[in-house]
């Protein structure tokens, strides 16, 4: 069914041909048919035809444009280094982007690290390119709920994030550094126009991609990453951004790739060899396969890796039954399987405040708001001043209408801020 539609989203969006089939897919399309009140599938290719707004809600859809504060924590330690490393070397002005950037805390925790690494805003420029004008729209409001906070907080960002009617807002100062357009990034003078760039951030952008569009995108972030630059991936996406050009950076749970000094395009990965370097990667073990086809088990000691979203390729590499590997289930939407390895940890090795954590992270994405109050209680009475359970349970607080005990716990989160040696905290507002 609705093979015109699969066609349109190959060839205009360059979507992977894997995610556009099965039950999943077609009543997707079904859905919006009905929505737009087109009688047939032919009358819904009339409307893709005319409104790119539809084409990029549809794709959307598929391709689930979904981001958090701080997402990867070990990136950002590891960009936080790179940005001091390059103000003490005396560079004069930073070039940061997220392509792909959909509602915007991604791009605004960039511009909170630079910041701390000691950079002003007025020698900062972050570019956060999306297709969607509706998250873009989102980024822009710079106001985030309680979703938007699902990893540690670190204590330098906290002084960014104001606490404004029961949502987070980023501060004017981090607002100013980032600016957001609209735009395809598979069109290579996208990124050409901004560059060069000292980091990149394309994280689970490329697993949507098919073969020729990520070997595409690849090369133009190559072409326009300055030489020593970061480039920062999802968790299965590092392998096939693997090049001549990109070095894997061993540095566990960071993602992340840099720009080689010295090597300059052949014109070799722009012609093809991108998507030779992606096929390997892919028979070396990353085989794509749907995450609705997949049969999962879960055992104590490890479980598969899950690569993505519900509906999107997989990568099928062990995932080993700790913190991270949770996390790393969590990430991927496989909310239940991340709970119960939690829970499997928890029962063996004792709780602490991180597992608590996670785990009311996972009840509020239940929809078990008081299962998750509780549980970010028991991670504080294990850690008092654990900043993003602070965060959280004001949130809480606030939505159930209690300001006075949203306000202790906005105190305490100050406090907790306050208490970070004052070295850590150079760059806060």
């Not at 990893?151 to 994030?161: D, I, K, N, S, T």
């Amino acid at each position: 069914m609705y093979a015109q539609v699969q066609k349109w989203l190959t060839e205009r969006m360059s979507l992977d041909a894997s995610l556009l089939q099965g039950a999943g897919f077609e009543s997707l399309v079904a859905e919006r048919l009905r929505a737009c009140g087109c009688g047939d599938e032919l009358g819904y290719l009339a409307l893709l035809a005319r409104s790119g707004d539809e084409g990029e809600l549809l794709a959307g859809s598929i391709a689930v444009p979904e981001t958090w504060f701080f997402r990867y924590p070990r990136s950002f330690e590891l960009l936080v280094e790179y940005l001091e490393r390059m103000l003490r070397a005396g560079a004069p002005m930073l070039r940061l982007v997220s392509v792909g950037c959909a509602s915007g805390e991604e791009p605004y925790g960039m511009a909170m690290a630079a910041l701390h690494a000691g950079w002003t805003e007025d020698r900062v420029q972050i570019d956060g390119f999306d297709r969607s004008e509706a998250a873009l729209a989102r980024a822009r409001a710079a106001e985030y709920g309680s979703f938007s906070i699902r990893h540690e907080v670190p204590g330098w960002a906290v002084g960014f994030l104001k606490h404004e009617g029961g949502r987070i807002a980023v501060c004017d100062r981090v607002r100013s550094m980032v600016r957001f357009e609209r735009a395809d990034v598979l069109d290579r003078r996208v990124l050409a126009q901004g560059g060069p760039y000292g980091a990149v951030f394309c994280r689970n952008v490329l697993i949507y991609l098919d073969a020729a569009a990520r070997a595409r995108l690849l090369d133009s972030i190559a072409e326009t990453l300055a030489e020593g630059g970061l480039l920062f991936v999802g968790h299965a996406e590092q392998m096939v951004a693997v090049s001549a050009r990109m070095r894997r950076i061993e540095n566990s749970h960071a993602f992340a790739l840099e720009r080689v000094r010295g090597v300059e395009s052949t014109g070799r990965e722009s012609a093809g060899g991108g998507v030779v370097a992606v096929r390997s990667a892919e028979r070396r073990g990353a085989e794509k396969i749907p995450v609705r086809e997949r049969g999962i088990e879960f055992r104590a000691g490890s479980i598969p890796a899950a690569a993505t979203r519900a509906g999107g390729p997989a990568i099928a590499t062990p995932v080993e039954a700790t913190l991270e590997g949770a996390r790393e289930l969590a990430d991927a939407g496989r909310v239940r399987e991340s709970e119960e390895m939690i829970r499997a940890i928890v029962a063996r090795k004792g709780p602490t405040a991180a597992a608590l954590e996670l785990l009311g992270t996972l009840r509020q994405a239940s929809k078990d708001p008081a299962g998750a109050k509780t549980l970010f209680e028991q991670a504080l009475y294990l850690e008092p001043a654990r900043t993003t359970s602070l965060l959280q349970l004001a949130l809480i607080y606030e939505s159930n209408g209690d300001a006075s005990r949203a306000e202790r716990m906005w105190e305490r989160v100050r406090r907790s801020r306050d208490a970070v040696p004052a070295a850590n905290n150079r760059g806060e507002a």
